[in-house]
């Protein structure tokens, strides 16, 4: 465990400016928007519809006022989906550089010197890409987050409305970001396939890391694609790119699960109201779909090739 604690620090040092500085630079960004707008004194979009709203210009009262609060205490981590977002970048890059890198500048030869075995080489990478890099990325996007929610209540403030005493005691404040937090499981689920990918192919292409990774899915699919439109073989196409090249790179993408089975609870659910805790429950009953389990195994086939070729190479 004390290796393994050394290896993902050193994977830290090598790649903080991609993992940490990246998302806070991101966040950053996101907040001076927020800021220039709350300045400007826009509108905010808060309506459960997503539809714009007039509501900053009048004072809330009753059912409407304990909507738009519940609204702001459910919803308000969606203002990091742009970090969020580059994350699934981020994991990507990274794994694809991973293993190829340390052969392209011959590192890897001074690592080997050490008593560290392969194995615990590469699943030192595997736990920073699917969960060291998911909690760093998740604690910018909480603190951007509260930083927009507060900038959004004092808003409300200056137009006569105090929801702040209503919004530290409502429950989903601070359920929210612990039911975002109890998702990284199902993540790292998700994201092994893409992960597993891109570090089978980091240990094994000797240059051109990307156009490999990304190019064999994909002239794959077009050869397939070519293959039915000529000879009529039955072959579909489509579910070879929904279920294999889609898996294979988009996977690490946050909340993927969501496009990859069929995101019931985006048209369910209440009228006017997110359906953010629904969101919650539809994730996890993801697990019931064979198309998670079969990408585990087939993720964790892939990091075992992995590291097997990590052993046997020491060139690039």
Not at 53 to 76: H, N
Not at 232 to 242: E, M, P, Q, R
Request: proline share 4%.
């Amino acid at each position: 465990m004390k290796t393994m604690k050394w290896l993902i620090k050193r994977e830290m040092w090598e790649h903080k400016g991609m993992l940490v500085w990246a998302p806070a630079v991101i966040a950053a960004l996101v907040a001076v928007l927020a800021l220039v707008a709350a300045s400007f004194d826009k509108n905010i979009s808060i309506n459960g519809d997503g539809s714009p709203s007039q509501i900053l210009s009048v004072t809330l009262e009753g059912k409407v006022r304990t909507q738009v609060v519940e609204t702001m205490a459910q919803a308000y981590m969606a203002s990091s989906a742009p970090v969020l977002l580059v994350l699934g970048v981020l994991v990507f890059f990274y794994c694809l550089g991973a293993l190829h890198d340390e052969r392209r500048d011959r590192s890897l030869l001074f690592w080997k010197s050490l008593p560290v075995s392969d194995a615990m080489t590469v699943l030192s990478k595997v736990l920073l890409a699917a969960v060291v890099a998911p909690l760093i990325t998740l604690g910018i996007g909480f603190v951007l987050s509260l930083l927009i929610l507060l900038i959004g209540a004092f808003l409300l403030l200056t137009h006569g409305t105090n929801v702040f005493g209503e919004l530290l005691v409502t429950p989903d404040l601070y359920l929210t970001p612990l039911r975002m937090l109890g998702l990284l499981p199902l993540y790292v689920m998700w994201a092994l396939p893409t992960v597993g990918w891109l570090l089978m192919v980091s240990s094994m292409a000797r240059s051109k890391v990307f156009l490999w990774a990304v190019g064999t899915p994909l002239v794959t699919a077009l050869l397939l694609l070519w293959a039915e439109k000529a000879m009529h073989i039955g072959i579909d196409s489509a579910w070879f790119v929904s279920n294999i090249v889609c898996r294979l790179l988009l996977s690490v993408v946050p909340g993927a699960w969501l496009l990859f089975d069929d995101a019931r609870v985006l048209t369910e659910g209440v009228p006017h109201r997110l359906p953010v805790p629904q969101i919650f429950g539809e994730s996890w009953a993801t697990l019931g779909n064979a198309n998670v389990w079969i990408g585990v195994a087939a993720g964790a086939a892939m990091i075992a090739v992995a590291i097997w070729m990590r052993r046997r190479r020491e060139e690039g």
